[in-house]
């Protein structure tokens, strides 16, 4: 009989571990529970599947499809939606260890990433005791970096298109795409599947009978902004820095135009520098964009940073001297979390939120000159000196 070794034993041991910590954190209610509770019970009595004809809700139609099958199921409601939002986890996962397993073979690295992953501070609170679901998007996101990798375009669009049809937080990394683009790297019409797969993934709650207007405009700004009216909601990001009360609709339009030309701003840099757009050099600007754009955009909750905490690990196994960027990132997460789970909205915070603003700003400035600093100026032609040929008589 072959001998097991050890390391797999210890594999096996986390892996039960991860299991449990999350089982720690079943019964705590949260607010955003509270809602999700409400949406399933609405759903609940209007015929599980058949409720998806009715406006019910914020959150697009592919996550009410979610809960509706849950209906069906047997068992508490709570144990039952938190066990979905558990299976996005190993999702998440999944695509993290496939990711790294392209840049370190073997099974050792890749595996330590996976473990990192799943024992992630904020990747753990989120699903278990937050009850949110932001490894949902996350995980289709990373499923597109890792096909973008690949050089599967199609199916990388496919399934970015995926996570942004769960939550609008998946536009963070769309940047990378307009990057890729225009760097002749992926060709333009791939992009024709993101309004494709978004519709065709509305298509059954339209079948049930919603209004198609109304759950395809979800989504837009002038709707969405009814639910953040304050420039920042605890996240770590530049307004922080900003406690204002008045003219804040002013605030939000400049935050969006400012955050507009500093993401083009970088895309113009590397198109016009031609840089190689090599697997690191993708993994770094995934990473700089999603730490970028949350960074700027008003309106953010402290969770919308959830895939720059899972991106600075992978780009840390791809660059490891990066590895602080990881630590600053999951800091300013993690603590800025932990006043809305232990201390309540409004009433302090563990950690004043200019300093995780600031962490958050230091990981940003690290990460945007690994992906800028090495490069150089496209050399031209010099002009010729030789005279011109003369014209024959």
């Excluded at 009433?347 to 700003?361: D, E, I, K, R, W």
């Amino acid at each position: 009989m072959r001998r097991v070794q050890p390391e797999w034993i210890l594999i096996a041991v986390l892996a039960v571990l991860a299991v449990a910590v999350r089982w720690i954190g079943r019964h705590e209610m949260t607010a955003d529970m509270r809602i999700f509770f409400v949406w399933y019970g609405k759903l609940d009595a209007a015929g599980g599947w058949s409720g998806l004809g009715k406006e019910i809700g914020n959150y697009n139609a592919p996550f009410l499809y979610i809960l509706a099958l849950l209906t069906y199921l047997p068992g508490p409601t709570l144990m039952k939606i938190k066990m979905a939002w558990v299976l996005f986890d190993v999702l998440l996962v999944y695509f993290g260890y496939r990711i790294v397993a392209l840049r370190r073979p073997g099974r050792r690295i890749p595996v330590l990433a996976a473990l990192v992953l799943a024992f992630l501070p904020t990747v753990v609170i989120n699903s278990s005791l937050y009850g949110q679901c932001d490894a949902m998007w996350a995980a289709f996101a990373l499923g597109g970096v890792y096909y973008l990798l690949r050089e599967r375009p199609w199916l990388a669009v496919t399934m970015f298109t995926v996570a942004l049809s769960f939550k609008p937080q998946a536009i963070f990394i769309f940047p990378l795409l307009a990057l890729l683009v225009l760097a002749g790297s992926l060709r333009w019409r791939t992009l024709l599947a993101v309004p494709l797969v978004y519709v065709v993934l509305d298509l059954p709650a339209i079948l049930a009978g919603r209004d198609p207007v109304e759950l395809l405009t979800l989504y837009s700004p002038a709707r969405q902004a009814a639910y953040v009216p304050a420039l920042t909601s605890n996240a770590a990001s530049i307004y922080a820095y900003l406690p204002v009360h008045t003219r804040l609709d002013t605030l939000k339009t400049l935050g969006y135009v400012f955050a507009a030309v500093l993401v083009v701003g970088v895309i113009y840099t590397l198109v016009a520098a031609r840089a190689r757009m090599d697997a690191e050099r993708i993994v770094t600007a995934a990473t700089f964009f999603v730490i970028l754009v949350p960074f700027l955009l008003p309106g953010m909750h402290e969770r919308y940073f959830f895939l720059a905490d899972v991106m600075t690990v992978v780009l840390a196994f791809y660059r490891p001297r990066l590895w602080p960027v990881a630590l600053l990132v999951q800091a300013a997460s993690l603590l800025s979390y932990l006043p809305f789970l232990f201390i309540g909205t409004g009433h302090g915070q563990f950690v004043p939120l200019p300093v995780l603003a600031t962490m958050m700003l230091a990981a940003l400035l690290i990460t945007g000159y690994a992906l800028l600093g090495d490069l150089r100026p496209v050399s031209r032609p010099a002009a010729s000196t030789a005279p011109l040929p003369t014209r024959p008589a």
